[in-house]
């Protein structure tokens, strides 16, 4: 990338993340070499903490990647090319050895600086809905923000206060129903600590920003740069929806974003076409689109305004999904004809999204509330119009209603459920469960445990975590046949397991799945239901009834990484025994047994969960 900014080369160089990166790049110099899992070795770790002013955790550094500082600056370093890595040695860019950097051209420099900063950030690849809000707030700031008042504007974006409260129509950012009645997070839970959290999102981006010399703040107010002008525009010129991009691409590059900034990407897209037209072809993806993508591609169909009030009255006049022009005609003073019928259809499309976004199952009791308040009927009656609604999952809904079924569950992706429907239950069994750790040998590592059904993956997670070993530390991931189940994260692309029962990914005895812990180290385990059991009255469960194999050690580097630790480890003459030894706080190999497993020791640590059922 060639730029004529001289002023840009200082400015890129003298940010505070490059001045470290740069630093850390001299000291690791003509080659360090890494670890299994691709980090600094704890003593070379403590010499690059030292080098760059960085105080450690404890008197002992288990690993470097218990330093965030020190992961921060090898990450920029790495993303700007100042470290170069190859297998388990890095070496710096050689162009920084003796010339500090004097030998690099601008655009090289800038190229570094974009590359680090868009890593580093996390907008590299595809932004979060967050930090694309806040990073066009600022590029359409005329003057320098004051930080309180941006915080408070982005938070107004992701928190509207009831948005469709009066209609129960879908929010245009992320295609659900904000209603008091839809109060769902006492039942179902609050999601992930800071998940929710648009401010601290917001507030640690301007943060890394700063250090990036993306943005200068004075007393609370933040202006961009140059270097920052330079950034947003390559961020968002790539999330801007190009002229001839399909109304999938248009939702997807959209989704979950607030209206304002929905708009601002898709105006080469909407200036491209009349909005009658924009909106027929939003309108027709919605009707082959499901749950939420055809709610977000409705919603944003109706900020078109009245210029597209054609495309609405075309879609008026069909059955079933026609309900959602009739409402919009209405809405804006139109004299069509509303159907009776509508109330209903919108009522179970609604509470299909929440099923479907929720992944898990919701009480006849909850269904009863939110369809009595949207359509005010007795439950019989409900029943009746919900039924000749002509919605396609109507059968459902009215038989939650009239109390012939317990718990409705999200259906099974077709296609993916091999002929096998996902059940429901509404008595509780207690699973025998066998976990075993993928690609470890001589010894295996396993466990058998007893759970209950009704407990979330989430807490399967938890009970993993304890009977096995790990410290809980990294991310994880259930790999089941319908989706993967973590922390929900849009990049990750995984669904909420705190969201979905045991028993409704497991049917039987033999079924299995798997769990992936720490996505760098891919600790894989094989999850299979051995029996279904009664639960014994007054038992407390988790409980870990059998075992094998030492759990090992955390950032190891995985299956092969293990195997190397246990060689180096009997081997006192290998160069990195000491190494390994002074990681682990061991005086001697023999301290290490990798067969070593208390059954005992593994129920103990399980009993935080246990309840009585």
Known sequence: MAVQAPAYLDAAMSSPALVRARSLA?????GRTLTASGVLRPTEAVEACRELGIDLPGSRLRSAADVWELMRDWETAAAAGFIQIAGRRAQAMPELLGGGGALLGADVVLAAWLQAAAAVLGLDHEPCAVCVTVLHHLQAAAEPVDMEQLVTAITAEF??????SADNRPCPACGRVHDDFFDLPDFFGDGEEGEDDPAGHATDLVVGMLDFGAVAADAGVVRLTELGVLLIGLVL???TVAPDANAAAVISAIAGLP???AVSLARPWLSARRAPDAARELITYAESAQGGERIAALAFAGELGTEAADAW???AKRQGIGAYGRQWLAEHGDSFTADPADEAWLAVDALCLMIDTLGGTIPAYLIRAMVAEQIGDEAARAAELVSGSGHPRAAD????????QALISQPVPAGKSGGRERRTRSETSVYQLKVTLRGVSKPPVWRRILVPGNITLRELHEIVQRVMGWGNCHLHVFTTEWQEYGSPDPELGHANDQKIR???VLTGQGDRFRYTYDFGDDWEHDIVAEQTLTPEPGQAYPRCTAGKGACPPEDCGGAWGYADLKEILADSSHDQHQDMLDWLGLESGAE???AEFSVTEADTRSRWTARNI
């Open 259 to 261: 209206p304002t900034v």
């Open 502 to 504: 045991l028993d409704q």
């Open 313 to 315: 009255r075309e879609l």
């Open 26 to 30: 001299a000291w690791v110099g003509q």
């Open 237 to 239: 010129g790539k999330q």
């Open 159 to 164: 928190a509207p206060e009831t948005p469709g």
């Open 397 to 404: 809904i009215a038989a939650l209603l009239t109390g012939q």
């Open 592 to 594: 290490f047994d990798p």
